[in-house]
């Protein structure tokens, strides 16, 4: 069974730094692109972040030299550094795997979520 399963979140105070994971297991990520979408109430999910089979890494200008992607295969992992957060950044971060043309957005599998709470 595929699964990806997100976890690190928690709440810190603004300025602080937290370590997102998310654990595939199910499959091999070797081969796939991933990326982490975060959600807010009443909001569709965003892209936040996105890292090729071959560690490319792209960011969405609001994040770009405060988060970090990077990704192990061995461990089959993705990991979201998230350094300097920022009020706006309290959100439900997911994890996606696998592009997917035919979906929208356009990735195949999707964690469940963890949940970053930042404190003024």
């Known amino acids: 069974q595929v699964q990806l399963v997100e976890s690190g979140g928690g709440e810190v105070q603004a300025g602080g730094s937290l370590k997102l994971s998310c654990v595939a297991s199910g499959y091999k990520i070797s081969n796939c692109e991933m990326a982490w979408y975060r959600q807010v109430p009443g909001m569709g999910r965003e892209l936040v972040s996105t890292i090729s089979s071959g560690g490319v890494e792209y960011y969405v200008d609001s994040v770009k030299g405060r988060l970090i992607v990077s990704r192990d295969n061995a461990e089959n992992t993705l990991y979201l550094q998230m350094n300097s957060l920022k009020i706006e950044d309290a959100a439900v971060y997911y994890c996606?795997?696998?592009?997917?043309?035919?979906?929208?957005?356009?990735?195949?599998?999707w964690g469940q979520g963890t949940q970053v709470t930042v404190s003024s």
């Open positions: 996606a795997s696998c592009w997917d043309s035919g979906q929208m957005p356009p990735y195949k599998y």
